[in-house]
C-alpha cells in the first residue's frame, strides 16, 4: 500500500519576488486557500494519511500554518465564523503531518527534497507531489488514486502522471516515451526534456508513485542540468531497471503555479470550477 507521500516546498520561488519575500511561494493563495493545503486535500482523498512536507531549512511559515491556533479557534466561535477553518479542522483530524528541512548540504534539484526525507521514507514506496503542480477535478484525489491503482495492479516500479497536449505546446515540457508493451499498459523508457519534436504528445507534471528502489539511484546519482539533482534522471534509470507507466489524467485539468501569469490562470480556472464563483467570474470575464 501507498502511505506515505512527500511535498516538495523547498524552492525560493523568485519569480514570485516581492511578495515571496516574506512568505513561501506555496502559501500564495488559490481562491481561499494557500497551494499547498490544496495539495494535502488532495493527498488525505486518496487515503494516504503520513504526509511529509519538505521545506527551506531557514522557513517557518508553513508548519505555523498548518499548526492550530486556539486564540483564532476561539474568536471564531465567539463570532459564529467556525466554518472558515472547517478545511483546516479536517487536516488536523486526518493527517499526521511532518516538516522536514532540506539541509544546505543537499544539492538544488527536485530530487533533493526524497533525501531530505528518506527516514521518513524508511523502506516504504511513496508519493511524490512536486509543489507547484496542482490538477482541478470534480473529487479531489481522485486521479491520484488511479495512479495508486495502476501502480499496485500492474506490478509496476513508478508511475509518472501525464496530460496529452498538442503538439506545439510540447516544447514547454517534458514528454514521456512509449514503449509500446502489450504485457505493460502504458510502459515507458525516459523522460525527455522539451525535445523538438516530441517523443509523444503526453507531457509530465508533477505528481509520482515511485518504488523505494528509487532512493538507491538517487543517492548515488550524479548533478546533471545546472549542476542540479533531477528526479526524472533518476525515473530514467528507474525505467532501465524496471517497469515505470505513465498515468494520463483522464478527468481533471493539470495547472502550474510555478509563475505569476501560471499562478493567475490556476485561480480562474478553479473559480470557473466553483458554483459559488464561475457564474460572476464567467460575466465578469465577459466584460473586459
Known amino acids: ?4 507521500a512527500i511535498i516538495t516546498a523547498a524552492g525560493r520561488g523568485t519569480r514570485f519576488l516581492p511578495v515571496v519575500k516574506s512568505y513561501p511561494k506555496e502559501l500564495v493563495p488559490i481562491l481561499e486557500k494557500p497551494n499547498i493545503q490544496i495539495l494535502v486535500e488532495e493527498i488525505l482523498s486518496a487515503g494516504i494519511k503520513n504526509i511529509c512536507i519538505v521545506h527551506r531549512p531557514e522557513e517557518t511559515a508553513i508548519k505555523g500554518f498548518f499548526t492550530p491556533d486556539p486564540k483564532l479557534e476561539e474568536y471564531l466561535k465567539k463570532t459564529n465564523k467556525t466554518e472558515f477553518l472547517n478545511s483546516l479542522q479536517k487536516i488536523w483530524d486526518q493527517a499526521n503531518l511532518e516538516f522536514i528541512p532540506q539541509g544546505d548540504n543537499l544539492p538544488y534539484g527536485n530530487a533533493s527534497p526524497a533525501l531530505a ?3 521518513f521514507i524508511g523502506d516504504d514506496d511513496f508519493a511524490y507531489i512536486l509543489g507547484d503542480d496542482l490538477i482541478v477535478e470534480d473529487n479531489p484525489g481522485q486521479f491520484l488514486s488511479q495512479m495508486i491503482k495502476s501502480y499496485q495492479d500492474n506490478n509496476l516500479d513508478a508511475v509518472v502522471a501525464t496530460q496529452e497536449m498538442p503538439t506545439e505546446e510540447m516544447i514547454r515540457y517534458g514528454a514521456v516515451v512509449p514503449h509500446n508493451n502489450p504485457q505493460v499498459p502504458r510502459q515507458i523508457t525516459a523522460l525527455l526534456e522539451k525535445t523538438t519534436p516530441p ?6 507534471l508533477g505528481r ?3 518504488s523505494n528502489k528509487i532512493m538507491d539511484i538517487i543517492n548515488n546519482q550524479d548533478l546533471s542540468k ?3 539533482l533531477w528526479w526524472a534522471d533518476a525515473l530514467n534509470t528507474l525505467s532501465k531497471q524496471g517497469l515505470v507507466s505513465d498515468q494520463p489524467i483522464s478527468n481533471g485539468i493539470w495547472v502550474t503555479t510555478g509563475d ?3 499562478w493567475l490562470k490556476a485561480n480562474i480556472t478553479y473559480a470557473l470550477n466553483q458554483d459559488q464563483y464561475k457564474n460572476d467570474l464567467n460575466d465578469f470575464l465577459k466584460t473586459l
Do not use: G, Q, T
Not at 500500500?1 to 506515505?4: L, R, T, V
Not at 517523443?199 to 509530465?204: C, R, T
Open 1 to 4: 500500500m501507498i502511505n506515505k
Open 117 to 119: 526525507a528518506k527516514e
Open 199 to 204: 517523443p509523444s504528445n503526453f507531457a509530465v
Open 208 to 210: 509520482y508513485i515511485a
Open 226 to 228: 545546472d549542476n542540479e
Open 260 to 262: 505569476p501569469l501560471r
